[in-house]
């Protein structure tokens, strides 16, 4: 049966006051209107061995995929669709001078950086130059090196530059990081180095490099500006093997598609066009026991996800990237890239289980983070400012860049947290979309020592004497800068869950899945249901940090069909932004179950088995719930 039913377009744009989500704080507008002409022209190009639903063929169309040549490729992605590695600027330069270093023989360094981005980037090259061969040639590589945030600071580390060279190190080639690093590489030149650059970040002056590879540099032309550093790697490999067929193995570029997926994610790179085809790759090798890398096999296992479910785009994000930045954050950096380049799986075993502990760490340090925060923010949010900077002694510089995520997600303000050590301050910014806050620090660098990044993550040093001169320049800064007021909270489609079956929506999750791979760029698909009722008070989990949510719902009109709201929802990191709305509109319990309300939610497959009770294979996601608007 199609799930053609409870779609209702009027539904979309509700009658009244636009209020404000209740967990989001932000506005809901649906993201696209598909007519029906379209839908039918749509839905004759598309070639499954299913028939989509109008669900389905809507949220496609909706997304741009109207074409045939383009439906297939997104059904069917293929290496084969790749862009040619040479459109990137000075690729060419960056293959002639590793390909004569492979043929003479040099000793080689490889630079990475604290992120998942950097450690799988930097765990990619040392691959791929371990591997390389030219006529017999190999170069002799140096172990791979990513800086520890406590000692060596942001960027290229200096210290390692001049303990390369005294090793005759000749070629440093640098990932994730670089672009930004004069004085660095000018040192590496100064002692007879040469550097290449595979870098995603926006830089002002052109490094000394002889290569300086980065889709984001002034006047690029290449196709996909939304590679981050892993997948420069990626390209350069593919570049290599594209020059010299013979230099890599015929199947070397699979076998790192893993690394690369697992970096798109966790850097927030837009899952499209070429992204979309390396992340779906590296999913398929990473859902194939008999490939999947020994280190990531062992992650997996400390996460729990190694149960026989999938691995998602969602357990990259929330599962293994968050154990290997806590790695390169609070704890040993350097056992995330062992972890990712060990093939002894006692080795991989006790290295997940470092990572794993250190995350547990990383956790606590950020809810206390969180909660410090939150409560010094208030008196500037209560009073209108368009942005806070946010300082502690108190606070560890490698979790502060989590927590200005989290304050961003409650405020929907830009946020920059800074951690004061001393008379030295380093800071992290994030951003809500449409606010460059890279370009607001740009307007405020007579403050800082250093600083860099992008439109929405940027990380800063600074004395700790300038905070307060700092602040003032900023928030003048985003002043400004045009502001729209809070960045809507989009949805797909109107989904009446008050009008299908529990089988209708687990036919419905099945259906999703041939939409992913899922992240930015691609999210997941979220949908909206109008005029519910409570059936009693959420119930809190995890000691009142999540909540789940019961509605009540007229049964559907086959009467041996479960309904579709007898199945609760649940909703994380909920419980504080429900509790302070109670307590701002002096409601009270049976208020709650009195009034009506509407909901955005997504529907997926659940993970979750109890050890008692039977198996629900879906789970319903609640991203935000509002009061029915008064006519």
């Given amino acids: 049966m199609q799930l053609e039913m409870g779609f209702n377009a009027s539904d979309s744009q509700p009658d009244g006051p636009e209020e404000l989500g209740v967990l989001s704080g932000r506005p809901w507008h649906p993201h696209f209107a598909v007519d029906g002409e379209l839908l039918d022209i749509t839905r004759r190009k598309v070639c499954l061995d299913f028939s989509p639903s109008d669900y389905m063929i809507r949220i496609l169309a909706g997304r741009g995929f109207t074409k045939t040549n383009d439906i297939e490729n997104f059904f069917f992605p293929s290496l084969d669709q790749l862009h040619d590695p040479f ?39 040392c691959e791929t130059l371990k591997t390389i061969s030219s006529n017999g040639n190999k170069v002799e590589l140096e172990p791979g090196f990513i800086p520890d945030r406590a000692t060596d600071g942001y960027g290229v580390s ?47 002056d052109r490094p000394n490099a002889v290569a300086l590879v980065n889709p984001r540099r002034c006047n690029a032309t290449y196709p996909n500006d939304e590679l981050c550093g892993v997948a420069v790697a990626f390209k350069f490999a593919q570049a290599l093997q594209q020059n010299d067929p013979t230099c890599l193995p015929d199947d ?21 066009d070429e992204n979309r085809i390396l992340v779906k790759k590296g999913l398929e090798r990473f859902n194939d026991r008999s490939k999947i890398r020994v280190g990531l096999a062992a992650l997996l296992s400390v996460a729990g996800l190694d149960r026989g479910f999938p691995v998602t785009t969602s357990d990259f994000a929330y599962q293994l990237a968050p154990r290997i930045n806590a790695c390169g954050r609070i704890g040993r950096v350097m056992s995330a890239l062992e972890l ?102 740009d307007q405020c660098s007579e403050h800082l020592v250093r600083h860099g990044g992008h439109a929405q993550a940027a990380g800063m040093t600074l004395r700790a004497r300038d905070i307060d001169a700092f602040r003032t320049a900023f928030l003048e800064a985003l002043d400004k800068m045009p502001h729209t007021g809070p960045v809507p909270e989009g949805y797909d489609l109107d989904l009446c869950m008050d009008e299908i079956s529990a089988r209708d929506v687990a036919k419905l999750v099945n259906e999703m899945e041939h939409l992913e791979p899922f992240g930015s760029g691609n999210r997941k698909p979220i949908f909206r249901c109008n005029n519910l009722q409570l059936q009693k008070q959420p119930t ?71 050890r008692h009770g039977q198996y629900d294979p879906v789970q319903q996601l609640l991203i935000d719930i509002k009061p029915v608007a008064s006519s």
């Fill in 540 to 610: 809190p989990l995890s000691g009142g940090a999540h909540l789940r949510f019961a509605f009540r719902g007229p049964a559907v009109a086959n009467v041996d069909e479960t309904p579709a709201l007898s199945r609760e929802f649940v909703s994380f990191g909920s419980g504080d932004s429900w509790r302070r709305m109670m307590i701002d509109e002096g409601l009270n319990a049976q208020d709650i179950l009195n009034m009506r309300w509407d909901v955005l939610f997504q529907v997926g497959r659940s993970t979750f088995r109890p």
């Fill in 252 to 272: 070397f570029l699979d076998s790192v598609l893993d690394l690369v997926a697992l970096g798109l994610v966790a850097d927030q790179m837009a899952i499209v």
């Fill in 340 to 441: 990712l380049l060990t093939d002894d799986p006692i080795v991989a075993r006790d290295l997940a289980a470092e990572a794993d502990r250190t995350n547990t760490r990383r956790k606590e340090q950020d809810i206390l983070l969180k909660g410090e925060a939150l409560d010094m923010a208030l008196p500037y949010v209560n009073r209108g400012d368009c942005g806070l900077v946010l300082e502690s002694r108190g606070w560890h510089k490698g979790i502060i860049g989590i927590g200005a995520a989290r304050l961003v997600e409650q405020y929907q303000l830009p946020v920059i947290l800074i951690s004061v050590e001393g008379n030295e301050a380093r800071g992290s910014a994030r951003s809500v979309p449409h606010i460059d806050v890279k370009s607001a620090m």
């Fill in 87 to 125: 459109l990137l600027q000075e690729m060419d330069l960056a293959v002639d001078r590793m390909m004569k270093a492979v043929q003479n023989g040099e000793r080689v360094s490889v630079h990475g950086d604290f992120d998942v981005d950097g450690i799988t980037g930097c765990a990619l090259l």
């Fill in 158 to 204: 200096a210290r390692m530059v001049k303990h390369w060279a005294s090793l005759g190190v000749t070629l440093l080639v640098t990932v994730d990081t670089g672009a930004a690093a004069t004085e660095e590489i000018d040192l590496a030149a100064s002692l007879g180095m040469d550097v290449i650059v595979l870098d995603h970040h926006i830089f002002d």
